[in-house]
């Protein structure tokens, strides 16, 4: 963390790189301990993108382009049109944004080179606000002290002192006890929540804040509430960095420092109060009672030109800049305020060039392993007991399809053709129902993706302890405890082996077709970013294997090409197992012949020995870790850069 610890080098780099009028100015703010300074220079961001819909080829589009600056401790505004790369630059500062889009530049917290280390030792409040909707604000902002301070450091009441505080701090008393709300659930304010997500930030105390567009979708009195919080918070020793599209004046008034950004180019960096005069030193005209933030808008928009009969107007309309360029941008270069920032970024930086290595890029976590897993584990319960729809859909619906088989083949009797007829359907209805009753695990990576996209990069808990804690969360109550309902019910109505060791071999088999088949869910889930892909990539694997189920099409009559998709269908391991099971041992009559179970395997070319019943459970449990072992690395390979 970029904590007090860190302020003797903030205030040595501070003074090292200020100039007094500067000082003064920080001094006018009124900060006992300043926050970090941070100093980027010539930060040059692309992006590749396709040269068209159909095109091969990439071109490269530059979203910020030398763009240099000091921010220091208070509130340090970024602004400017729709798309002119605020939010780049916030990221790209903040560390966030992938690094091979980085051609140039680099960011320095009071004068030391950082890289993507800053993801983890900052705090980042995203623009759409990303909390568990089940859980109250308080318990929010107490998964956040349980996994971002040490317990090493803390103590139990360390931590609910430290959350009580942050309540108290952001006025956040009222809805402490409050469900966030989801879809369904009505819970608290859009201001409440967005107090609650820069809640979950300020937990460890960060002296370097970052926020995307805090303001967006509140309306104008919240917005002002949120800025003057952060204003509050900026005065006890926090650079606050933040991305605002067009603040009222009694926001824009909380302003220290301002970054006017128009195309991926400063065209002003400075004091926020001495921003009107010095566009007024180009000869643009604020109006008396327009808002500062529109002026500056309209500006970099092109709506407001400079007076006609300004001398300095000459410039701004071509005059003698080369045209491609902005001619703002270059203005602002040519000025005293953009010199200045050059020359205090070239001492910086001269220093540096020998000791520049960069901080290491691993993720460092403040607790161990097995307790994310606890803490992680258990917000994912107390989120499916809240929310337990998916749960008793599940259930209700392996009740309602096994009284539906039960009816269906109900008493079984064992006289040809009804006794293999109908214990072999009955047997691929039960697989077919397993497996797609399943389908709803598609939705287990996709709905929290965005969270823990967010909660992943910010270091609260790895990767690894994401995946174990959904996986055995869905797995206990949505998969196991339905499949054991679901199998009873039909084996008695239906009269199968009345024995002990088939009923148990029966409801094994299941489980591990059940198991096999939500694997399978996992891995797209964990691959794709939304249900629609995920329907398609999921139904698509499932009906393939059910035509190579071995009930639907003679696997040994088929094109040898195709044939061997049989060795990748749950169904037919499924089957086959059921198939063993159940027909071994029985003997099956009509008027004129007698069958064995057995002859109508060998007929079948299903191996009924002990170890061909085991060798499906084997294929079973071996596609269930395959697909688990790749889920996970799907999981760690989502692209966390924005
Ligand atoms: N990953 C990306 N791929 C393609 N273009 C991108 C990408 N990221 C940003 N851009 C483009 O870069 C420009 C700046 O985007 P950015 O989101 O930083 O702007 P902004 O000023 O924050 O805009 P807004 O106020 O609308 O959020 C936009 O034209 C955007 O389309």
Aim: charged letters at 15%; a neutral charge; proline letters at 4%.
């Amino acid at each position: 963390m970029i904590r007090s610890s860190k302020e003797d080098i903030a205030m040595e780099v501070a003074a090292e790189c200020e100039q007094p009028s500067e000082d003064s100015e920080t001094a006018a703010l009124n900060i006992q301990a300043p926050g970090p300074t941070v100093s980027f220079y010539n930060l040059r961001y692309c992006v590749k993108e396709r040269a068209g819909m159909f095109s091969m080829t990439w071109v490269e589009k530059e979203i910020l382009k030398d763009v240099s600056g000091i921010m220091k401790s208070g509130m340090n505004a970024v602004m400017g049109p729709t798309g002119s790369g605020k939010t780049s630059l916030l990221d790209v500062i903040a560390g966030r944004k992938d690094p091979q889009g980085l051609k140039s530049g680099q960011v320095l917290v009071d004068g030391a080179v950082v890289t993507s280390s800053l993801r983890l030792s900052s705090a980042y409040v995203v623009q759409n606000d990303v909390l568990m909707g089940t859980l109250t604000v308080r318990e929010n902002l107490t998964f956040s002290a349980n996994l971002q301070l040490s317990p090493a450091d803390h103590s139990f009441s360390d931590k609910a002192m430290k959350v009580e505080s942050v309540i108290q701090e952001l006025g956040l008393k009222d809805c402490a006890d409050t469900k966030i709300g989801t879809m369904f659930l009505r819970g608290v304010s859009g201001g409440e929540k967005k107090r609650c997500s820069i809640g979950m930030e300020l937990i460890t105390s960060p002296s370097l804040l970052f926020l995307d567009e805090p303001t967006t979708g509140l309306d104008s009195n919240t917005a002002h509430m949120i800025i003057t919080l952060l204003h509050k918070l900026s005065r006890n020793g926090r650079t606050i960095i933040f991305s605002i599209h067009q603040p009222r004046y009694s926001i824009f008034q909380q302003f220290d420092h301002l970054t006017l950004l128009n195309k991926g180019e400063i065209i002003y960096a400075g004091s926020a109060d001495k921003a009107i005069s010095y566009f007024e030193g180009l000869g643009y005209k604020c109006d008396p009672f327009n808002n500062p933030a529109d002026f500056f808008l309209d500006i970099t928009n092109g709506t407001l030109l400079p007076q006609a009969d300004s001398a300095k107007s000459e410039n701004m309309n071509g005059g003698e800049l080369v045209v491609s360029e902005n001619p703002l941008a270059v203005k602002y270069r040519q000025s005293q305020l953009g010199c200045s920032v050059t020359e205090q970024l070239q001492e910086l930086t001269e220093g540096l060039k020998s000791e520049s290595r960069p901080a290491s890029d691993k993720a460092q976590y403040a607790t161990p392993f097995y307790y994310q897993l606890m803490l992680v584990s258990s917000r994912t319960v107390k989120n499916i007991l809240r929310n337990p729809q998916t749960s008793y859909a599940q259930v209700f619906l392996n009740i309602f399809f096994g009284v539906l088989v039960g009816l269906i083949y109900y008493q079984i009797p064992n006289s040809l053709p009804e006794a293999l007829q109908n214990r072999t359907g009955a047997f691929f209805f039960l697989v077919i129902n397993m497996v797609f009753g399943n389908l709803s695990a598609v939705e287990l990576f996709i709905s929290e993706r965005v969270l823990f996209i967010h909660e992943n990069s910010s270091g609260y808990y790895r990767t690894s302890v994401y995946f174990l804690s959904k996986v055995f969360a869905d797995l206990i109550p949505n998969r196991i405890l339905p499949v054991f309902i679901f199998s009873a019910i039909p084996y008695f109505m239906m009269a199968l082996k009345p024995e002990v060791e088939a009923f148990f071999l029966y409801c094994v088999t299941m489980s591990m077709v059940s198991l096999s088949a939500v694997s399978l869910a996992f891995l797209v889930s964990a691959s794709v970013g939304s249900f629609a892909m995920a329907n398609i990539f999921i139904a698509l694997p499932f009906v393939f294997m059910m035509v190579f189920g071995g009930f639907l099409v003679n696997l040994n009559s088929m094109l040898s090409g195709m044939s061997w998709l049989k060795w990748i269908s749950i169904f037919r391991y499924g089957f086959n197992a059921l198939a063993i099971n159940e027909l071994k041992g029985l003997v099956f009559t009509s008027n004129y012949t007698t069958m064995t179970g057995e002859m109508y395997l060998d007929h079948q070319e299903i191996d009924y020995s002990t170890w061909g019943f085991w060798q499906n459970q084997v294929a079973l449990g071996g596609i269930m870790c395959i697909c688990l072992v790749l889920a996970y690395v799907q999981l760690r390979r989502i692209n966390r850069w924005k």
